[in-house]
């Protein structure tokens, strides 16, 4: 497939003309972050922009005045954009306010780029999933355009500026909405007020089968095993959901080369209540013109990289540990051993020697 020319303006400026690709943001009740976002998003000056926030819970009595507040720093948007709003008056949670949301603007345009309040995007982070849209928009392989590569080491990306891999962060992403309705008519859970079973509950017209995905260490393979049947929407949102999809149906993931979106959000105020001792990677510019892969295939040291990151922070002995060890004194010792150089080396080694090559 002949890719489309690409702007070489945009290449050379990193996003300083005005955007054409719609940006969606999903905000909730934290003002201050969500000024970092919006700020980040000024200096793409997209054309059009959906805005989605959740309303305040009623057990929560600073919740309204925050949510006001926060709803305010979005009409601070001051360039020539056509805004549309998905204000909720209730609160949904997370689950609901994401997919509810994403079917709502995926219904009004083919592709989009998507952050949370939480994600601060550098410049070229736009310009790099707006070319990559149009690059793949036809090539149904590719499901969706990461920002946030959780710090794999730049070394991976010898001779392109991006790599394949069977899933992708969504600490700022980007996607098409004919994948986006194929997967919300597998995974069909439609948040009925009222019904919580229901709406938390993983509902599909077709069993996810991650097994057959192109994951390559025994932890990812068991990590998605658990996803696929669990009930846990903490530990299981709606981004693992969406990843099943993708495994389940060959899709693939673009991770980038450098993080290009940094996940601000840690805290008591995080939606999941995820703590202050916990940091993301620095955003950092990716270079223009873009190296692509030659070919459109899961990389498997990439996806190595990305399924140990996975295990460190969210797999069962990640799990356990946090049940085990109260003390934030003691976890932050905990976490500093289990992301030390000599862990990391013996969890590679160890990761190849127990996985198997994609699609075997």
């Known amino acids: 497939m002949t890719p489309p020319a690409e702007d070489t303006e945009r290449q050379r400026h990193g996003g300083g003309l005005l955007l054409e690709t719609p940006v969606m943001i999903f905000v909730f009740n934290r003002p201050d972050i969500t000024r970092r976002t919006l700020d980040a998003v000024r200096a ?20 309204r005045s925050l949510v006001e507040a926060t709803r305010a720093v979005l009409d601070e948007v001051d360039w020539p954009c056509e805004v549309t709003r998905r204000f909720s008056a209730t609160n949904l949670g997370v689950e609901a306010s994401v997919e509810l949301g994403l079917d709502w603007a995926f219904s009004q345009v083919s592709e989009a780029i998507v952050l949370e309040d939480d994600c601060v995007a550098d410049p070229t982070f736009f310009t790099f999933a707006d070319q990559l849209l149009t690059r793949y928009r036809n090539d149904t392989r590719v499901w969706q355009i990461s920002g946030n590569n959780f710090g794999v080491p730049e070394k991976l990306f010898p001779d392109s500026s991006y790599g394949f891999t069977a899933w992708g962060s969504v600490w700022g992403w980007a996607t098409w909405a004919d994948r986006w309705h194929t997967h919300r008519a597998i995974f069909t859970r439609d948040h009925r007020p009222g019904d919580e079973l229901h709406g938390a509950a993983p509902i599909r017209t077709r069993p996810p089968t991650p097994e057959i995905a192109a994951l390559v260490t025994q932890s990812g393979q068991r990590h998605f095993a658990d996803a696929a049947t669990s009930q846990d929407i903490v530990s299981h949102g709606w981004d693992k959901h969406w990843w099943l999809t993708m495994m389940t149906l060959g899709g693939l993931a673009i991770t980038p080369g450098r993080n290009l979106v940094e996940n601000v959000g840690w805290g ?3 939606a999941h209540g995820v ?23 899961v990389d498997v040291e990439l996806e190595r990289e990305l399924e140990l990151v996975l295990s460190r922070v969210g797999g069962r002995t990640a799990r356990v540990a946090r049940a085990l060890i109260r003390s934030q004194r003691a976890r932050q010792v905990a976490r500093r051993i289990a992301h030390s150089r000599t862990a990391v080396r013996f969890a590679r080694s160890w990761s190849r020697v127990t996985s198997r090559s994609p699609r075997d």
């Open 44 to 63: 793409a000056r997209p054309t059009r922009l959906f805005l989605i926030a959740d309303g305040p819970r009623d057990d929560r009595p600073d919740d």
């Open 268 to 270: 008591a105020d995080a």
């Open 275 to 297: 703590t202050a001792e916990r940091q993301d990677h620095p955003a950092q510019p990716i270079e223009f013109p873009l190296r692509h892969p030659a070919d459109v295939a």
